[in-house]
Each structure stands twice: as C-alpha cells, then as structure tokens.
C-alpha cells in the first residue's frame, strides 16, 4: 500500500477566543487568604506544521508563593483529505479519518482531543480512466475545541527569568475501510488558535516591623542574606528558611531580636556539598502576639540546567550530528528523531554532566527530507526542539 501525507497550508481563518476556563476552587491559599492569578496568552496563527512550540514566561516567586498552574487552549482545525485510485479497475472506497490536537508540557500538563469522520462510499474508475480520484473537505474537524489541564504548582514553572515550553501536535492520519489497498492519500491540514497559562499564587505577607531590603546574593560558593529592620522589637524573632522547589521550605537557622530601633541582620549560607541547582529563600517572623509573617522569595542559582535550547551541526546530516546547549546540561537526556508526520521513528537516552554539546548517531539512513530533533531533559523539564534536514 502506497501513502505519500502533504501537508499544506490552506486559506486563512480568525483566531478562535478562549473559553471561560475551569473553577479555582483547588487553587487556594492556606491561610485563607483569596488566590490572584497571572495570566499569559499565546496566539498561534495558522499553520500546517505538525508540531509548534508554544512558550510562557516563567512565575516570578518574588510574586507570592505559586499555588497551581493551568493551560488551556481554543483550537480550530481544518482538513481536507484526498484520494486517487491506482487499482486496475473501478473500486468503491470509504476512509475514517482521524485527527489528533495534543498539548503536552512541565509538570504533567496534558490535553487533548481526537475526532473520527468517515468519508465515502465514493465509485473511482480505474486508474488513469475517467473519474480516478476525490478530495473530501476543507471541513472545519474542530472549531474552537477548548481543551485544558491543571497541576500543583511545581519548581519548573518558577524562575525570575526565562520560560516554559509546551509541545502542540496537530496531526490527521487516514484509515482503509472498504475498497483496495493500491491507492493514493493526501492530507491537508491546518491549525489556529489561542492558548492561555494561569498562575494562581497567594501573596507573601509584609513583615509588620518593617523590614526592608531583603536580598540574596550568591558570593562564589556561598550566598549572602541580608535585611534591614525598622521599629524593632525584642520579642521579635526571625527564621531563615530555603527550599529547592519554591514551596516545601524548612528552616535553616533562627535569631532572636537585635534590640529595639533599627537593626541590620545578615547570614551566609553554603549549600551542602554535592547540593546544586536553585535555592529560593525566605525569611519568617514570629512576634509576642504568635503572628507569622513572611518575605518575599528570593533566588540564587548553584550550577543549574539552564534553558537547554539546541542547536545541530551539520544540518543537512546524515547520520551523525552534533546537538550544542545554550546552556550545559546535566542528567539523563532523551533524544528523539520525528518525522512531519509526527511519528517518532527512533528513541535515544544519554547520560551527560555539564555538557555544552553532545554527539548523535543515529541507528540507520534515513530518507532524504525534514525531520524534528526533540531534546527532552526528564531533570529540569526542559525541552527543545529543531529542525533537522537529513541529505
């Protein structure tokens, strides 16, 4: 059976508005205090490639503590698919056809949707003889689909800078249901639409004695706590605490009160030896009256997994390549070869430690045309994607 898949643009469409999206209600803060949300909107215009990178910025901890994240996405889908008879003689086709929209990004956000529509019975005469082929469509497959997922807050969505990617496949596939296996399909398809990521965070309270320049700076190995404290009281007592995700913090040490007036504290920290990565502080206080307050989180990085953002040389390839990070890269990173169909035709894991590149080879020749290279590290969350020519 022979298949050859185009994928090609079509006519253009209006951008799809989002629907309401679900109730915050698991969103909450744990002093009873009513969640805020930072929202950021991505709007895809329309496209025929399978697979799009759709990118947020990172939540700012500074902002408060992140207590969950939501994705969403308003998608419209059009399609037509194609179909010639390469039989000898006349034949009755029916197809099903399929198409698939995903959105897969950190911390487990996952959504989805498929749709199924037969097309047929359709008489083709022999090939090359009068009426040999059909084109069904341009139908609309999905107008505005709203598709979402939500997950806990987690450390891959924090930083003060940078960004969080989500993968957005859009893919149409056929299947024979009457008629012969000698003919030809032609897909066509394109996506539009709009996405839409929301941080739902609870603020960090303002220390009632005024408390003022908290900062952190990192100081080679080491990292430097400082604040300054007006109105002082001796009952007061402060705890520093830290955390590697941005939410599960544990105390680090505690001082009582310097005296009354205004007072300036500092403390060094170092990191426990192999501990790497970021650190997010914060400073408690506790007063005579048993109130809690906290700071702002502030953060300080240790030999992190920056973005990972690849780059491939020589690109056309053949074989072997050589994939280079924007920043180096620690863990067990998964490499993956996809076709414009979205098929992963092969599947590699390497085991890398700070390293600003790595070779790939891959296991055969592939044939000649464009391809995607997927670069996943499972540590950070951090995922890349380019493209690749194969000659």
Same mark, same amino acid.
């Given at each position: 059976?022979?298949?050859?898949?185009?994928?090609?643009?079509?006519?253009?469409i209006?951008?799809?508005?989002?629907?309401?999206?679900?109730?915050?209600?698991?969103?909450?803060?744990?002093?009873?205090?009513?969640?805020?949300?930072?929202?950021?909107?991505?709007?895809?215009?329309?496209?025929?490639?399978?697979?799009?990178?759709?990118?947020?910025?990172?939540?700012?901890?500074?902002t408060?503590?992140?207590?969950?994240?939501?994705?969403?996405?308003?998608?419209?889908?059009v399609?037509?698919?194609?179909?010639?008879?390469?039989?000898?003689s006349?034949?009755?086709?029916?197809? =099903? %056809? *399929?198409?698939?929209?995903?959105? #897969? !990004?950190?911390?487990?956000?996952?959504?989805? &949707?498929?749709?199924?529509?037969?097309?047929?019975?359709?008489?083709?005469?022999?090939?090359?003889?009068?009426?040999?082929?059909v084109?069904?469509?341009?139908?609309?497959?999905?107008?505005?689909?709203?598709?979402?997922d939500?997950?806990?807050?987690?450390?891959?969505?924090?930083g003060?800078?940078?960004?969080?990617?989500?993968?957005?496949?859009?893919?149409?596939?056929?299947?024979?249901?009457?008629?012969s296996?000698?003919?030809?399909?032609?897909?066509?398809?394109?996506?539009?639409?709009?996405?839409?990521?929301?941080?739902?965070?609870?603020?960090?309270?303002?220390?009632?004695?005024?408390?003022?320049?908290?900062?952190?700076?990192?100081?080679?190995?080491?990292?430097?706590l400082?604040?300054?404290t007006?109105?002082?009281?001796?009952?007061? =007592? %402060? *705890?520093?605490?830290?955390?590697? #995700? !941005?939410?599960?913090?544990?105390?680090?040490? &505690?001082?009582?009160?310097?005296?009354?007036?205004?007072?300036?504290?500092?403390?060094?920290?170092?990191?426990?030896?192999?501990?790497?990565?970021?650190?997010?502080?914060?400073?408690?206080?506790?007063n005579?009256?048993?109130?809690?307050?906290?700071?702002?989180?502030?953060?300080?990085?240790?030999?992190?997994?920056?973005?990972?953002?690849?780059?491939?040389?020589?690109?056309?390839?053949?074989?072997?390549?050589?994939?280079?990070?924007?920043?180096?890269?620690?863990?067990?990173?998964?490499?993956?070869?996809?076709n414009?169909?979205?098929?992963v035709?092969?599947?590699?894991?390497?085991?890398?430690?700070?390293?600003a590149?790595?070779?790939?080879?891959?296991?055969?020749?592939?044939?000649?045309g464009?391809?995607?290279?997927?670069?996943?590290?499972?540590? *950070?969350?951090e995922?890349?994607?380019?493209?690749?020519?194969?000659?």
């Open positions: 059976m022979s298949k050859i898949y185009t994928v090609l643009c079509m006519c253009a209006s951008l799809a508005s989002l629907l309401p999206g679900k109730s915050t209600a698991q969103c909450a803060c744990p002093n009873g205090d009513p969640v805020d949300s930072v929202v950021h909107t991505f709007n895809l215009p329309q496209t025929a490639d399978f697979l799009t990178t759709i990118s947020f910025p990172k939540f700012n901890p500074s408060g503590t992140l207590s969950c994240v939501r994705i969403s996405g308003s998608i419209i889908t399609a037509s698919l194609g179909i010639r008879n390469l039989d000898s006349d034949r009755t086709y029916r197809f =099903r %056809y *399929t198409q698939d929209i995903i959105l #897969d !990004g950190p911390g487990g956000l996952f959504a989805s &949707s498929s749709v199924n529509r037969t097309y047929g019975p359709a008489l083709l005469n022999k090939y090359n003889t009068g009426i040999d082929s084109l069904w469509g341009p139908d609309t497959t999905f107008k505005n689909e709203f598709i979402t939500q997950t806990s807050g987690s450390a891959t969505f924090l003060a800078t940078g960004n969080v990617n989500f993968d957005f496949t859009n893919t149409g596939s056929t299947t024979l249901l009457q008629g296996n000698n003919y030809r399909s032609t897909v066509q398809t394109y996506a539009v639409g709009s996405f839409r990521l929301a941080y739902f965070w609870c603020p960090n309270s303002v220390l009632s004695s005024g408390m003022r320049n908290f900062s952190v700076v990192r100081d080679n190995l080491n990292v430097s400082r604040w300054v007006d109105n002082e009281r001796v009952s007061n =007592r %402060y *705890t520093i605490e830290f955390s590697k #995700d !941005g939410q599960r913090f544990q105390p680090l040490t &505690s001082r009582e009160a310097m005296g009354i007036g205004t007072a300036s504290y500092e403390h060094r920290f170092t990191p426990p030896a192999g501990e790497n990565g970021r650190f997010y502080f914060r400073v408690r206080q506790n005579a009256q048993g109130k809690v307050y906290y700071t702002a989180v502030k953060t300080v990085s240790f030999a992190e997994n920056g973005t990972i953002q690849t780059s491939v040389y020589p690109n056309p390839a053949k074989r072997q390549i050589m994939v280079q990070f924007e920043s180096p890269q620690t863990g067990n990173l998964e490499i993956e070869l996809v414009t169909m979205g098929q035709l092969e599947s590699q894991k390497q085991r890398v430690n700070r390293a590149n790595m070779p790939v080879t891959f296991s055969q020749q592939y044939t000649r464009l391809y995607w290279l997927r670069v996943r590290n499972p540590g *950070t969350g995922k890349s994607i380019t493209r690749l020519r194969i000659e």
